[in-house]
């Protein structure tokens, strides 16, 4: 039997309006929004025609103006579903009404004094703001917090973050004009999720770089130790590079703790957006076995359901903690920025 892992959804749910119709929107917003039963009152992109494609092939609205899609969404006590390149992400929600409800696409804006800005914005504005790191609202990593609960796993002392795989970059190609991509675009969801479980690092080193096999996108593979102190070792490896075969790539993470362990396997990044199921097994130390969880579901498009069922809940009173706040994402996006001043650095010579 698979277990339905799932964040709740809101009582009286909000329609949303949608701020871009990139591939992500086809993807992800839209599907889960209709799988969650949202209502959709339509979207604006700056390109009418590609708006007007998804728009039609999801039955809705393609407004011409950013100014009426934001008229006729207050006039529906919508949320803003703000999907955009992080460049334009502090322009629109300067442009937002205020003590507006929005979620922002990740990442919070193109570097960390983008971020500070749209903080700041958001601050001044009075708006209810999460920034859509949605990694944490997987089925998969419901489901691992829920072993946690269960005190399956007791104390982490290892979590290891490691790709080895193909990514289709030609599907992303705005990514082409952007000088941080690997960290600020891939990496930053396991940066985000790793401060959910340890909070943020004393420390970072780091290393991105890019691959001669993808020379218009500027990173494809990182390396990075977070310093935790003594105990604990945490580390990522990426490699978007890996052009050998479907057979020995690899898209995991895993968490060894002081009491079980657990791997998490990220099917959706296998032969990508297709995909294979995501997976979660469990070592359960006085069994000495590992148990695979069996969930419906994956990170594509159910985890977006849980960050927007968050944001509403918590504006709604029915969830005590907004996870996703502009004031935490902050935090990644200052981890995020550590990140590439470590790789400029290039570390001890010697």
Request: proline share 6%; with cysteine; glycine share 6%.
């Amino acid at each position: 039997m698979k277990l339905n892992y799932q964040w709740p959804l809101p009582i009286q749910p909000r329609p949303i309006s949608i701020i871009g119709s990139g591939g992500i929107v086809k993807d992800a917003h839209l599907p889960a929004y209709s799988k969650a039963n949202f209502k959709v009152l339509g979207l604006f992109d700056i390109d009418y025609e590609k708006s007007a494609m998804v728009a039609k092939t999801w039955n809705l609205k393609a407004f011409e103006s950013l100014d009426k899609l934001i008229s006729n969404a207050q006039a529906h006590n919508a949320v803003f579903d703000l999907a955009l390149p992080p460049s334009a992400v502090s322009k629109v929600v300067e442009k937002l009404p205020n003590h507006a409800t929005v979620l922002i696409q990740k990442p919070m804006g193109s570097d960390l004094e983008e971020a500070k800005e749209i903080k700041e914005i958001c601050v001044r504005k009075k708006l209810n703001a999460a920034v859509n790191f949605q990694l944490r609202f997987s089925p998969m990593m419901l489901a691992l917090r829920d072993a946690m609960s269960k005190m399956m796993l007791q104390k982490i002392l290892d979590l290891e973050v490691h790709l080895n795989l193909e990514t289709p970059w030609n599907l992303f190609p705005f990514l082409k004009k952007m000088e941080r991509v690997e960290i600020a675009v891939h990496s930053i969801h396991y940066l985000d999720l790793i401060r959910s479980f340890l909070g943020t690092p004393k420390s970072v080193w780091a290393q991105t770089l890019g691959h001669p096999n993808t020379p218009d996108i500027a990173q494809t593979r990182t390396s990075a130790i977070l310093n935790y102190g003594p105990e604990i070792r945490c580390v990522i490896s990426i490699n978007h590079n890996y052009s050998k075969g479907p057979r020995l790539q690899t898209a995991q993470i895993r968490f060894d703790c002081q009491k079980g362990a657990a791997y998490v396997k990220l099917g959706l990044l296998l032969d990508y957006p297709r995909g294979e199921p995501d997976e979660v097994w469990i070592y359960k130390s006085e069994k000495e076995e590992w148990d695979q969880i069996e969930f419906e579901g994956g990170w594509f498009p159910e985890a977006f359901i849980g960050t927007m069922s968050n944001l509403q809940r918590f504006v709604a009173g029915e969830d005590n903690q907004l996870h996703t706040s502009v004031e935490d994402a902050y935090e990644t996006m200052r981890l995020v920025e550590a990140c590439y001043e470590s790789s400029r650095s290039g570390g001890t010579e010697l």
